[in-house]
Nanobody, 115 residues
Framework: QVQLVESGGGLVQAGGSLRLSCVAS????????IGWYRQAPGKQRELVAR???????NYMDSVKGRFTISRDNAKNTVYLQMNSLKPDDTGVYYC?????????WGQGTQVTVSS
């Protein structure tokens, strides 16, 4: 049974910071790339950041220099450090893992950035 559990969302003022966590179980964690996606109401879900099994990272252009994705394989956890948050960052953030067996999503954690 594969499970991804996100946490760390909340309400923050513009310019503030949040750190999201995603804990994975039921997979060989260190063999998989993991991504963070977000979805605002009425909008398409979009890839925010991704980290490979080897630690290589990429980001959507609008978060470069503000967000950092990292992983702790010993804890089966991936993090998204979000700094200098903007109202446009508001949405539900999901972690995602693609394996040979399936595509898995967490339940999501709400991030709301006020003006």
């Amino acid at each position: 049974q594969v499970q991804l559990v996100e946490s760390g969302g909340g309400l923050v003022q513009a310019g503030g910071s949040l750190r999201l966590s995603c804990v994975a179980s039921g997979i060989i964690f260190n063999l998989n790339a993991i991504g963070w996606y977000r979805q605002a109401p009425g909008k398409q879900r979009e890839l925010v950041a991704r980290i490979s099994s080897g630690g290589f990272t990429n980001y959507m252009d609008s978060v470069k220099g503000r967000f950092t994705i990292s992983r702790d394989n010993a804890k089966n956890t991936v993090y998204l450090q979000m700094n200098s948050l903007k109202p446009d960052d508001t949405g539900v953030y999901y972690c995602n893992v693609v394996t040979s067996r399936n595509i898995y999503w967490g339940q999501g954690t709400q991030v709301t950035v006020s003006s």
